[in-house]
């Protein structure tokens, strides 16, 4: 069960709620412990995201990284705004071939119109395999 935030938009909350927090992180088991605009947990199983030769792919890395940036921005943003990414890099530091991976999300810059955060993966002994740098640009609905 996730942990939301009290004042969370309810328009978010349910978009959040009835997708799963996206299509591709249901895909990749992602499962979102905590989220808030300044700190956020998921976890991801390595089984069914390893790349051809065992080990967890860069990618899951950086599709864990950026659903947690991007959702901690859209949270940021608040109601009538949304969040766009506009830059992400990854830097992998260790391999993983089984278990699950948590990604752990840090507020950078909460800005009016911009938002960064860095998202730190670590295996089940808390070691950092990657670590994920995220600015997301803070739109206007029209």
Not at 9 to 30: F, H, N, Q, T
């Amino acid at each position: 069960m996730t942990a939301f935030p009290p004042d969370l938009d309810p328009e978010l909350y349910e978009r959040i709620v009835k997708s799963g927090g996206g299509e591709l992180a249901r895909k990749m088991g992602i499962e979102f412990v905590e989220v808030s605009a300044s700190h956020s947990v998921a976890r991801m199983p390595v089984d069914g995201n390893r790349q051809v030769v065992g080990l967890l792919h860069g990618g899951a890395h950086v599709v864990l990284g950026e659903s947690l940036g991007s959702l901690s921005s859209a949270i940021h943003a608040g109601p009538g705004r949304y969040a766009v990414g506009i830059e992400i890099n990854a830097t992998h530091s260790k391999s993983i071939t089984d278990g699950w991976v948590t990604g752990t999300c840090t507020a950078l810059v909460l800005g009016r119109t911009l938002a960064t955060h860095e998202i730190v993966m670590t295996d089940e002994e808390g070691r950092r395999l990657s670590t994920v740098r995220m600015t997301n640009m803070l739109l206007d609905r029209r």
